[in-house]
């Protein structure tokens, strides 16, 4: 099975634009999470979705967002970059997370705001 | 401002010796915790998981141990190799906090030759 892809793998964008990640998770899994990597903070949750419905979500301000298709492929957008949006974005998937099956991450986007 | 990165505790191992990563949680209601490793440039990969209603597991190369009593997790890696040198990350979660994974501050570890 192909795991876990994120498109596209580096993104440069400066303060005020907006981007959109894309992920598609392993065939098969219907849980997506995203999450937030810094050498600041660490890993921290964004969202998590399952069945095209946000389940779940983290401590971040209303500029981040998601949503997930019926092929179970998912996107986020942060709109209005800051500086400190700059980070390594991970998108996870599980066949269900809520029943503790495992997760598995792809290779990140690494976004960098100038 | 200077951004300040978390420290990351650091543990330096000798290829084939054994190598042991402690991780403490805070929350009571976790009940399921997994360790995972990363290597530079890379998204997190799965090593190996446990739930609370067992105090061991094992897999290729890796224990896992659980103490509930003082919520505390480790990671045994046995006869460590240099491919074992990455940054590991213990995450929980919990009836409380399900859909979602808490994650460690993560341990570097070094193996040496």
């Known amino acids: 099975k192909a795991g876990v892809t994120q498109t596209p793998r580096y993104l440069i964008k400066t303060r005020g634009q907006q981007v959109t990640l894309s992920c598609s998770p392993i065939?098969?899994?219907?849980?997506v999470s995203w999450y937030q990597q810094t050498p600041g903070q660490g890993l921290q949750f964004l969202f998590e979705?399952?069945?095209?419905?946000?389940?779940n979500k983290g401590n971040f301000p209303g500029r981040f967002s998601g949503r997930q298709f019926s092929n179970s492929r998912s996107e986020m957008n942060v709109s209005t970059l800051e500086l400190g949006d700059s980070a390594l974005y991970l998108c996870?998937?599980?066949?269900?997370?809520?029943?503790?099956?495992?997760?598995?991450f792809g290779p990140g986007t690494r976004l960098l705001v100038l | 401002g200077e951004s300040v990165g978390l420290h990351l505790p650091t543990l330096s191992v000798q290829e084939g010796d054994n190598s042991i990563i402690n991780c403490a949680y805070s929350?009571?209601?976790?009940?399921?915790f997994i360790w995972y490793k990363q290597e530079s440039g890379k998204g997190p990969q799965f090593i190996i998981d446990?739930?609370?209603?067992?105090d061991k597991r094992q897999g290729q190369r890796v224990t896992v141990l659980l103490n509930k009593t003082v919520k505390h997790l480790s990671l045994q890696i046995a006869a460590t190799q240099p491919g074992d040198s990455a940054v590991y990350f213990c995450?929980?979660?919990?009836?409380?906090?399900?859909?979602?994974?808490?994650f460690g501050a993560g341990t570097q570890v070094v193996v040496t030759p």
């Open positions: 996870a998937s599980s066949s269900d997370l809520a029943t503790q099956e495992t997760q598995y």
């Open positions: 065939s098969g899994h219907r849980s």
């Open positions: 979705y399952f069945s095209e419905t946000q389940r």
């Open positions: 929350n009571s209601a976790s009940d399921y």
């Open positions: 446990i739930r609370s209603n067992m």
């Open positions: 995450a929980e979660s919990g009836a409380d906090s399900w859909g979602k994974l808490q």
